[in-house]
């Protein structure tokens, strides 16, 4: 089972980094998609389901963390480390165009953001507020998850599914607590969100991890329903039909979305369907790192009016072709590179 391809699990996850784009792009006017932050929940628990799949035989075998960290961070860091630098770009952008406005501008040196960013650390601020990673906000999540896995890979040949039910109990408490404490569930973004971000991630990931075991084992019922529905249960969980809230956050991240991964897994898509769900699989990682810093730049230079809605309005289909252009041309020619250099570390995954 730890090479199989989860079709719908690739389709989730083009829907949710669209869904994040729109998100993004339409701050802080979003009255239709209200709740598009709770992709990063559903990123965390299909991350934790994926990664489990691939790698838990591996670890149990006897896989250490840092044979594991240099297989994520082949696989992440490419990616990760384009959006900073296409972030850095924006912000030399933003200085020359608007020197005065300081929206999301590092309190630290910008050389010392960039290198700590690199390292996947957010800038340090002992006073005051601001984004975690400034030059690429996007980048609070994948921090959060790079040091996530690196947490699990110690822990995994001694993780029993009671200790996971224990942590998950424990995480589901955390969400409740960042979301009635925060308001809402869009949280971890900022410096002084760290907390929360890993609230997050410690019921999500090790609830998707909980979810693959109960599924390799044939535990898991089996939900019956179509593929496309599944998408569109996810799309729903980011509407405006209800108000942002934290009780609507805490269902839908502790009970919703292990249940739409459930049917996720139930069945799969075929045919044209397949592939076209293998495609949103491919480009939603490129799409979700690398539109913040455009999207920031729009925001911050162009005034509300016709001109920023015509901007917004075209930038969803160009994200996804530069997306799509980022896996064929960079990502894809340098994981194949990184696949046989050095021959050690397989990158299957």
């Not at 850095?88 to 300081?102: E, H, Q």
């Not at 599924?215 to 209800?242: E, I, Y």
């Not at 790192?289 to 730049?297: D, E, R, Y």
Request: some cysteine.
């Amino acid at each position: 089972m730890a090479g199989r391809r989860y079709g719908t699990l690739d389709g989730l996850r083009g829907v949710a980094a669209l869904a994040v784009v729109f998100g993004h792009l339409f701050w802080p006017f979003n009255i239709f998609l209200a709740h598009t932050y709770l992709a990063v929940d559903l990123f965390f628990l299909m991350s934790g389901f994926v990664l489990a799949a691939t790698y838990e035989q591996r670890l149990v075998a006897g896989w250490g963390p840092g044979r594991f960290a240099l297989v994520r961070l082949k696989r992440l860091w490419p990616l990760y480390a384009l959006g900073l630098a296409v972030g850095l770009g924006f912000y030399i952008a933003v200085r020359i165009i608007k020197p005065s406005d300081n929206f999301l501008f590092p309190a630290m040196p910008v050389a010392s953001v960039a290198a700590m960013g690199l390292l996947f650390l957010p800038q340090w601020m002992r006073f005051g507020g601001g984004a975690a990673f400034p030059l690429n906000p996007a980048c609070w999540s994948l921090s959060v998850e790079f040091f996530g896995n690196l947490a699990y890979a110690a822990v995994a040949r001694s993780l029993s599914n009671r200790t996971l039910m224990f942590v998950i109990a424990v995480g589901a408490a955390g969400v409740a607590v960042a979301a009635f404490k925060s308001g809402d569930l869009d949280v971890g973004a900022g410096i002084r969100e760290t907390v929360f971000a890993y609230m997050r991630f410690a019921f999500s990931f090790p609830c998707g991890v909980l979810l693959y075991r109960l599924h390799r084992d044939g535990k898991l019922p089996r939900l019956g329903a179509p593929s496309w529905l599944v998408l569109v249960g996810v799309a729903l969980t980011f509407s405006s039909l209800t108000q942002p809230g934290p009780f609507y956050d805490t269902l839908v991240a502790i009970a919703i979305y292990p249940l739409l991964l459930i049917a996720a897994v139930s069945r799969e898509p075929a045919g044209r369907a397949a592939t076209v769900f293998a495609w949103c699989g491919a480009i939603s990682y490129p799409l979700y790192v690398l539109h913040q810093p455009a999207a920031n730049f729009i925001i911050m230079v162009v005034p509300p009016g016709l001109l920023r809605l015509a901007l917004v309005l075209c930038m969803p289909p160009l994200f996804i072709g530069l997306a799509a252009l980022a896996v064929r041309w960079f990502d894809r020619p340098l994981q194949a590179w990184l696949a046989v250099a050095p021959k050690q570390v397989s990158l299957a995954s």
